[in-house]
């Protein structure tokens, strides 16, 4: 599919088994085989929805929902028990009453009606891998890391669909794409080990992690933090996609373009370190809690290793897509 044809609409899922990359260790991908043949996932087992946040026109309030077809259903407009946030729905331990008010078919506004924002605010972590896509390592000329490379953004970083990427011109000068699968937390989460790691997961979204190049590379002693963490720097959305619509998280085609030009297209069977390894290494040294968001690294295609490298700038569309999960478009503004 090209760019022009993208849609926000899942594409059907064909389950697919993993074959090992030459850069891959196989001890992992052997786990990887084992974790993938029986997936019952305690967190979200048979809700099959997507969750979103928004706004009404009228209210900035930011509430949760969840999105049936074209329409979405106001949690605590049906339910005054359930919170209006998904932070504070998954704290709570909120989603069997979830699963109730699905079975009930109740009322629902139309999405148009509404302003989407950030499917989860407010989380403790925002986690990051770099060097995780094997295409993303060769066009880098570098061999793939023998453990994950983790880094981090600040939770006031991220935004939503209906948010800009505002870009500060007169301190960078070269902000980057990186379009990323995001892995949401739904439960506490510690010394979980790799075969149990997807029953901590809530299910799944879109991001960009942005990037400002100079500062990553070059002002700021090799370390990465000024770089990903500038204002507006984490778009993610527009839904967080439940686990058990998408039984197999590493079999996904994910692709970016900018003003409409395709500039990275991969699959997620290309990711280094697999998502249940991940999580079992940040657990054995710290918690994960709800809402907690782990961007799982970018593939090939970035601005910096084209020739001649390519950077934002401000007026430019970005848009990112996973299958099964949607389309996050994103605007790039001045700051």
């Not at 989460?189 to 991001?207: F, H, Q």
């Not at 085609?253 to 991969?266: E, F, H, R, Y």
């Amino acid at each position: 599919m090209n760019a022009a044809g993208w849609t926000v609409r899942a594409i059907t899922c064909v389950k697919t088994y993993l074959r090992p990359n030459k850069a891959v260790n196989t001890s992992v991908v052997r786990s990887t085989f084992r974790e993938s043949s029986a997936r019952h996932f305690s967190v979200s087992s048979s809700r099959n929805m997507k969750f979103a946040q928004f706004t009404y026109s009228n209210n900035c309030e930011v509430r949760v929902g969840y999105v049936e077809g074209e329409n979405i259903v106001d949690l605590n407009k049906v339910d005054c028990s359930i919170p209006t946030t998904l932070l504070q729905l998954l704290k709570n331990g909120d989603l069997e009453k979830v699963k109730r008010i699905k079975a009930s078919n109740p009322p629902s506004v139309p999405l148009s009606s509404v302003k989407l924002a950030a499917p989860i605010l407010g989380m403790d972590k925002v986690l990051c891998i770099g060097l995780n896509y094997q295409d993303h390592c060769e066009e880098q000329k570098l061999t793939p890391p023998a453990v994950p490379m983790i880094f981090n953004k600040f939770p006031s970083t991220v935004i939503g669909p209906g948010d800009a990427v505002r870009l500060r011109t007169d301190m960078t000068t070269k902000v980057d794409w990186e379009v990323e699968l995001v892995v949401v937390i739904g439960k506490t989460a510690s010394n979980v080990k790799a075969a149990n790691a997807y029953d901590y997961i809530l299910g799944y979204t879109v991001s960009q992690d942005i990037s400002a190049r100079d500062w990553q590379k070059e002002r700021n002693g090799g370390q990465f933090l000024l770089g990903k963490a500038m204002d507006t720097f984490c778009p993610i959305g527009p839904y967080i996609v439940t686990t058990d619509e998408i039984p197999d998280p590493q079999v996904l085609d994910i692709k970016c373009s900018v003003n409409n030009v395709l500039k990275q297209t991969s699959n997620t069977r290309n990711l280094v370190h697999k998502i249940p390894n991940v999580i079992e290494r940040l657990t054995s040294v710290m918690t994960l809690y709800p809402g907690d968001i782990l961007l799982t690294g970018t593939p090939g295609g970035v601005g910096m290793y084209r020739s001649p490298p390519e950077y934002l700038k401000p007026g430019d569309v970005i848009h990112s897509e996973i299958q099964n999960i949607g389309v996050l478009e994103t605007k790039v503004a001045k700051f």
